[in-house]
């Protein structure tokens, strides 16, 4: 079973739709939560994090954590042509005695139609 | 402006050699990664260091090598024992590594091709 599994996509949504990305993850330990976006070809790029469950809004996009069900999601309102990219989920797992894991999901590509 | 930078932004190896690539970060942080992505999966840990003069084995340090003698550098040598070394390469830093709050940075990355 992989440690944080997200659907490849493509996901694909209208301009002005909302885009809805999940992700699950295996460790219940697991305390940190983040969402990457990766234009092609470049380096993933922060976009949020999410720390305890509930909703954390940050302008069109608004992270959810269910820790009980294991589950993370991203939502993007008002979706833009320019949000077409891929979406990584990253998931911080921190080990006593050790140090912390970021353990990457493999990305749901997203693509936003005219 | 802060932020990481690497270099070279693209690079070829011939079989057998060894290749550095750099890794530089002004954000102040202690703590520096090097990933590996490959087409289909995730971005896979290499190697991290926690602090100066101290690195540590990722998931796949095999073949792979790093030093860290100054707080702002954190260099990635791909040596010729790396069986499949293509790959985008990613470094990244963050504040610390013992936070629950450790976001992780990366830099622009350097995509190596073997010939």
């Known amino acids: 079973q992989k440690e944080v599994e997200q659907n490849s996509g493509p996901l694909s949504v209208p301009e002005g739709a909302i885009a809805s990305l999940n992700c699950t993850y295996s460790d219940r330990v697991s305390q940190s939560f983040f969402w990457y976006r990766q234009y092609s070809g470049k380096s993933p790029e922060l976009i949020m994090s999410i720390y305890s469950n509930g909703d954390k809004e940050d302008g069109r996009f608004t992270a959810q954590l269910n820790k009980a069900s294991q589950y993370v999601s991203l939502l993007i309102r008002d979706s833009q042509p320019s949000d077409s990219a891929t979406y990584l989920c990253?998931?911080?797992?921190?080990?006593?005695?050790?140090?912390?894991?970021?353990?990457f999901g493999t990305g749901t590509r997203l693509q936003v139609t005219l | 402006d802060g932020g990481i930078t690497q270099s070279p932004k693209y690079l070829f190896r011939k079989e057998g050699q060894n290749v550095t690539l750099s890794c530089e970060q002004n954000?102040?942080?202690?703590?520096m990664y090097w990933y590996r992505q490959d087409p289909g999966q995730g971005l896979r840990l290499i190697y991290y260091s926690q602090i100066v003069n101290d690195f540590q084995k990722g998931d796949i340090a095999e073949g792979y090598s790093v030093s860290r003698e100054k707080k702002e550098s954190f260099p990635l040598t791909v040596t010729s024992a790396q069986k499949n070394p293509t790959a985008f390469y990613l470094c990244a830093s963050s504040k610390g590594q013992g936070s629950s709050y450790n976001e992780q940075f990366f830099g622009p990355g350097t995509r190596l091709t073997v010939l």
């Open positions: 990253a998931v911080l797992t921190l080990n006593t005695g050790t140090a912390s894991k970021l353990t």
């Open positions: 954000l102040n942080h202690d703590a």
